[in-house]
């Protein structure tokens, strides 16, 4: 066959662009529901990891964004703006490249992984660096998009986002030909969730799946948001993806809880790394920090008898982890340095030989 289409075109009755419009692709979504071994021996339940770091800019966000850009193009937008912890930007700057629109980038100055800054570079966009957080940066992306027609706002604000971010629902649902007991995924500016949790829910209502799943979302403990009530003025955590005080997403985080009886927790940095560690060494998936909130969560709430023996779970893992090398480096043990000979190297690896 002609291979994956890109998800507007595989989902052409489910997600909707204007009639005639060019769509802006790269051939987006159709990402791996991978089963993940040796978690699931360990925990005593069924784990998929849904990979969106095989995305094409290597986020999930890849799936908002054909979806925003071939509606920005089709109504004459001449660039595009966002705020961004980094992959919403690289995913910007490349759908905009693919385009033939100008993109602009605001990002909290000092507090993007490296990997996302060289996206960003690369595909040319305007990159703007705010001495403030993520928050700061939507609610200037927010401002400027509101001073002319000329600029599409393409964070997951614009609802077209999370029409394309929901078919990382159906695409699990295609798959098992069901949906999983307990989805849980990694929250900050919580558009995902509510998109998963839509997708879900027209799968549903057309009788596709007969069952919802519940939905389990997790912040980083210094940017909780959701999990104490109220916006964080000074989020922080080494997960610099979800490093967000006042989710713009708000009611539909709680939304998809709620109806879901599902749950939003937290986890600490060193709950996000550990799981961040295993995911690689483990399963050989490597992920971004914020991806391996989802992975945190599940074993959490595994250890603490929240999620029923024998479930059947997916985690979304959000980010690749080529997105942060900083973070992987920190862990590099001191480099074996060696001459250019044979023995020695069997008695490094304390081969007989
Ligand atoms: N994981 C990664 C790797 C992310 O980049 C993000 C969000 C999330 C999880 C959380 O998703 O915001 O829909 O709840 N990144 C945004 C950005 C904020 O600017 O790239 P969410």
Known sequence: ?????????AYADRVAVPPGARVVTLLEGGTPLLPAHTLSDRLGVQVYLKVEGANPTGSFKDRGMTVAVTHA?????????????????ASA??????AGLTSAVL??????ASGKLAQAVAYGARILQVEGNFDDCLELARKTAATTDEIELVNSVNPVRIEGQKTAAFEICDVLGR??????LPVGNAGNITAYWKGYREYHADGVIDALPRMFGFQAAGAAPLVLGHPVRD???????IRIGAPASWSGAIGARDESGGLIDMVTDDQILDAYRLLASTEGVFVE???????????ATVADGRLPAGSLVVCTVTGNGLKDPDTAMSFMTEPVVLPVAAEAVTDALGLTG
Request: aromatic share 4%; charged share 10%.
């Open 93 to 98: 700057a490349a759908y905009a490249a693919r």
């Open 235 to 241: 989020p922080d955590t080494i997960a610099t993806a």
């Open 73 to 89: 193009l089709a109504r004459g937008a001449r660039a595009v703006i966002c705020a961004s912890t980094g992959n919403t930007s």
């Open 179 to 184: 949906a999983p007991d307990v989805h849980f």
């Open 107 to 112: 990002i909290p100055q000092g507090k993007i």
């Open 289 to 299: 920090p914020a991806s391996a909130a989802s992975v945190a969560g599940l074993t």
């Open 1 to 9: 066959g002609a291979g994956w289409p890109g998800l507007i075109a």
